[in-house]
């Protein structure tokens, strides 16, 4: 039966979102647990264990939650991008100013508002997350540049060409192959990685968040 990752993501985002946000003290037994990511290629699926071999060149066992949820990731075009959209922007800050898309995340419209704002991530060094709607979309020589909103505030990104973007789609556990790469935003646990969702790449496409 195929799976859908669109509440369980949603929530997912949104705690990551609140997490690079300044909150008033809690006491420790209300404090949430630690998000992390996990990149990788698939070793093994058996159970509710998936082995991955992360970006880092580590083997880690991922443990998946009760009632975990599974997508894939598929090919769009950057032409696909209009005014109205929601869109997840992984990008850096730009030599000339600004910023420049390190990758492009157009979400379904069911979606809408998941994890809105903009925060630290950690696809590479220094780069930011930016979850918002897409208000202007202009074509320029050497790419996109889209100008988006979120909570009243406006942000400027530039789209280079050769950017990877992609939109979510629908996935089974047969999708779960050896060599199959994965995108997995997991909880922090002694007894490693817990995930309540995963991403996974289908014909060739790569998760590139």
Do not use: C
Request: glycine content about 12%; charged content about 15%.
């Amino acid at each position: 039966m195929i799976k859908t990752i669109l509440p369980a993501l949603v929530l997912g985002l949104s705690a990551i979102a609140t997490a690079a946000l300044p909150v008033a003290p809690v006491q420790a037994e209300d404090q949430k647990p630690e998000q992390i990511h996990v990149r990788g290629s698939i070793v093994t699926y058996s159970g509710s264990v998936l082995t991955v071999k992360t970006r880092e060149g580590e083997t880690v066992d991922v443990t998946l939650a009760d009632g975990w949820q599974l997508a894939s990731v598929a090919n769009a075009a950057v032409t696909d991008i209009k005014p109205g959209d929601f869109v997840g922007i992984a990008s850096l800050p730009s030599a000339g100013g600004g910023d420049g898309a390190l990758e492009v995340l157009i979400f379904p419209p069911a979606m809408k508002g998941a994890g809105e704002g903009s925060y630290g991530w950690d696809l590479k060094p220094n780069s930011s997350m930016t979850n918002a709607t897409v208000a202007d979309a202009v074509k320029g020589v050497d790419g996109r540049t889209v100008t988006v909103s979120y909570h009243g505030k406006e942000k400027k990104i530039a789209i280079p060409d050769g950017t990877p973007v992609v939109t979510i789609a629908p996935a089974t556990n047969d999708d779960l192959v050896p060599g199959a790469v994965v995108f997995i935003p997991a909880e922090k646990a002694a007894s490693g990685p817990l995930a309540h969702q995963v991403l996974v790449g289908k014909n060739g496409v790569v998760p590139p968040m």
